[in-house]
């Protein structure tokens, strides 16, 4: 018995010994690339709602204004491509202290504004044309892919950086990256969203002088995961 427990003791410190042996020299970092840019660029989420007691008339006249908006983007020059409808709604609401029915139609676009110097212009036309609420407003950069190729080069510098400083401290070196892996989710620092309900004598008593917006700055943001050999 104490033969075997010996055996066993010997063996269970090979494999041990063997197991540190074979274990990585690796150090894993994450990197952080961030690019700072003023947006160029507008996103709307725009919305004509109507209401009444007829379902046809109710939907009648929410189609008509969001032909008058349609008709409006496109006068403007803004391009098929940069116009959506998001959804299309016709919903039944029953008021119990009156029991009665009444009806809601609306409808939501979204709306690319490409050069940010026309954004009060075409909001003010566009509130002209019917539209009755803004759901959202978010500014962007046009040169989006480039801006996001600069953050990923600076995450990678920085990853780089940071092993390099750690494994330093203990006399070694960084090897060659054996794995690169990109953090998924949003890139933009988020810009504030406006959600608010206008109507056609809010935009004929506006009087305002300047710009009525103010975009800010955008920061795109790339973190990356990399993990490189030790010499």
């Known amino acids: 018995m104490t033969r075997n427990i010996l ?32 947006p ?14 007829n379902a046809v008339t109710v939907k009648s006249e929410n189609d008509s204004a969001i032909a008058k908006v349609l008709a409006y983007t496109k006068k403007v020059g803004i391009a098929d491509k ?14 119990y202290n009156k029991k009665t029915y009444s009806f809601v139609a609306n409808q939501t676009i979204r709306i690319k504004i490409r050069k940010l110097e026309n954004f009060d212009k075409i ?47 203990l006399g070694q070196k960084v090897g060659k990256a054996i794995q690169i ?12 969203n406006n959600h608010m309900r206008m109507s056609a004598s809010l935009s004929e008593s506006s009087n305002v002088d300047g710009p009525t917006i103010a975009p800010g700055e955008l920061a795109i943001k790339c973190n990356i995961h990399i993990t490189f050999d030790l010499d």
């Open 7 to 38: 055996i066993l003791v010997i063996l269970t410190g090979i494999l041990k010994m063997t197991a540190q042996e074979t274990l990585p020299r690796i150090i894993r970092v994450t990197g952080q690339g961030i690019v700072k840019v003023v």
């Open 40 to 53: 160029d660029q507008a996103n709307l989420v725009v919305r004509v709602e109507n209401k009444g007691n």
């Open 82 to 95: 940069d116009v959506q409808t998001e959804y299309v709604n016709l919903n039944k609401d029953y008021n």
């Open 123 to 169: 909001m003010s036309g566009l509130l002209d044309s019917g539209i009755n609420r803004i759901n959202s407003v978010r500014f962007s950069a046009s040169n989006s892919v480039a801006l996001e190729k600069e953050a990923r080069r600076k995450a990678v510098s920085n990853a780089k950086e940071k092993a390099e400083e750690y494994v330093g401290v």
């Open 181 to 192: 892996q990109e953090e998924q989710g949003n890139k933009y620092r988020p810009a504030s």
